[in-house]
């Protein structure tokens, strides 16, 4: 199999469970991010939070107790020499850049029945999965939500780009204006190239059907949310989960944290939106009286022209930098706030499916106690899962905080960029007025000379 073909990371080289005294602990080691990150002050140890991660990891002691009171045969581990296994691994291939998606040339249809928006979905491929090198298709919403319904419940265990919201408040955003379909052009443009990108998400069937069928069966994904959604419900079965490991939980406090400081930043964003756009109507009206003005004192008629193009030229930047906040900046702030949520869900999934684990586990020791049964082969998949939870989402956080850094990097680059070019604009008209107030005095002292 290529290196670049997707397939579970339980299936992949892992460990069975008569080979592992600690199940939990094993693949967090072999994926710890890295060197410790803590910082000391007057001696004592804070535990670091730098990109969610603590210094230390440790699996909870309760699953391995329990497994080593199972008395498992402690065998050599015949995988860990496997070449195939790196190469069963999406996550070790270097990537390689062979499918490009697009998002544009939204179009507005409407019909009896209802009025929507469809746009075009572009893409260039390589891969053999794919019958033809570039298709073009139109698509709508939905047709991105049910993709993303679909990823959800084939790849449980991969953080899934989030969508812009599908709702807005009627009265308060017209969903048909040109502003608003071409904020979300973009934001439906960005989720595709996040799973175009993505080494495991790139490679499933439902993303081929949707850059390629002309078709999509919607009944089919609104019935995998229903099952998805009872699925959920029944994992674990009320077990209730023993504890964390810490460094999962370092990513549940850094998402919450970082949640805080978003929200923070978006109000008071959308609070200095709404001024700016206050102060831009004033603006405009102060810009109005001086021309006026100018029509009726001849002696005054050129300085204050020049006011009223000087307040013109701050109008027009001002509504460039408000337009920026609007179309450029909050879009990437809502859009990191839906992502929190998203890997919350799926941090959430992997706490059920450790303490589905545990559960297992903890009734396949009452058993062997009681009447020496063997491992039933239902524990051995749950630990399959929970290492395959744990190596996709440590995986998937990496990309996203590589993500976040090179967005955020884009963003506040941009914002200062928009910045120093608003108050180059607003310097430079109201130093022409300046000069035009010198020559007009150097004019003045001439006539009186003469």
């Known amino acids: 199999m290529?290196?670049?073909?997707?397939?579970?990371?339980?299936?992949?080289?892992?460990?069975?469970?008569?080979?592992?005294?600690?199940?939990?602990?094993?693949a967090e080691e072999a994926l710890s991010p890295g060197p410790d990150v803590t910082g000391t002050v007057g001696g004592d140890k804070e535990p670091g939070l730098t990109n969610g991660t603590p210094a230390?990891?440790?699996?909870?002691?309760?699953?391995p107790q329990l497994l080593s009171r199972l008395q498992l045969d402690d065998d050599d581990d015949d995988n860990d020499d496997d070449p195939d296994v790196d190469a069963r691994d999406p996550y070790v291939s270097t990537e390689t850049r062979d499918l490009f998606v697009t998002v544009d040339d939204p179009k507005k249809h409407v019909s009896t029945m209802e009025t929507y928006i469809t746009y075009r979905v572009s893409t260039k491929t390589t891969r053999i999965e794919f019958d033809l090198p570039e298709y073009c298709v139109r698509r709508r919403y939905q047709d991105f939500d049910w993709l993303r319904i679909k990823l959800e419940d084939s790849q449980p265990t991969h953080l899934i780009p989030?969508?812009?919201?599908?709702?807005?408040?009627?009265?308060?955003v017209d969903r048909f204006s040109e502003e608003f379909v071409e904020t979300r052009m973009k934001a439906l443009d960005k989720f595709l190239k996040r799973v175009a990108d993505h080494p495991v998400l790139s490679f499933n069937p439902h993303l081929n059907a949707f850059?390629?069928?002309?078709?999509l069966n919607k009944r089919q994904g609104l019935a995998l949310l229903t099952k998805v959604g009872e699925s959920v419900k029944h994992v674990a079965?009320?077990?209730?989960?023993?504890?964390?490991?810490?460094?999962?939980?370092?990513?549940?406090?850094?998402?919450?944290?970082?949640?805080?400081?978003?929200g923070t930043i978006d109000r008071i964003a959308q609070r200095i939106l709404k001024e700016q756009s206050e102060y831009l109507t004033e603006l405009r009206e102060y810009g109005t009286v001086y021309s006026s003005w100018a029509g009726s004192e001849e002696e005054l008629q050129r300085p204050l022209e020049a006011v009223a193009g000087s307040v013109t030229t701050c109008c027009g930047s001002l509504d460039d930098l408000s337009e920026n906040m609007s179309q450029d900046i909050l879009p990437v702030l809502r859009e990191y706030v839906l992502y929190i949520e998203?890997?919350?869900?799926?941090?959430?999934k992997r706490?059920?499916?450790q303490a589905e684990y545990e559960g297992r586990l903890e009734a396949a020791v009452l058993r062997k106690q009681e009447d020496r049964t063997p491992i039933p082969a239902e524990v051995e998949k749950c630990q399959d899962k929970v290492e395959c939870f744990n190596a996709d989402l440590k995986a998937d956080w990496e990309r996203w905080q590589s993500n976040k850094r090179q967005d955020f990097k884009q963003l506040l680059t941009g914002m200062a960029d928009k910045n120093i070019s608003h108050y180059e604009k607003c310097q430079a008209g109201w130093e022409s007025l300046i000069t035009l107030l010198q020559d007009k005095q150097t004019?003045?002292?001439?006539?009186?000379?003469n």
Do not use: W
Not at 343 to 348: F, G, P, S, Y
Not at 443 to 449: L, Q
């Open 162 to 172: 989030p969508l812009p919201e599908k709702f807005v408040m009627k009265g308060v």
């Open 237 to 262: 079965g009320g077990y209730k989960l023993r504890a964390r490991p810490p460094e999962y939980c370092a990513m549940g406090e850094y998402l919450d944290t970082f949640s805080q400081k978003l």
């Open 211 to 215: 850059l390629s069928a002309k078709d």
């Open 443 to 449: 004019e003045d002292t001439t006539s009186e000379t």
């Open 342 to 348: 998203s890997m919350k869900n799926v941090l959430r």
């Open 56 to 63: 230390e990891t440790s699996s909870p002691a309760s699953a």
């Open 2 to 26: 290529s290196a670049g073909a997707p397939r579970g990371l339980a299936s992949s080289g892992q460990k069975p469970i008569t080979e592992i005294l600690h199940p939990l602990s094993a």
């Open 351 to 353: 706490d059920q499916s």
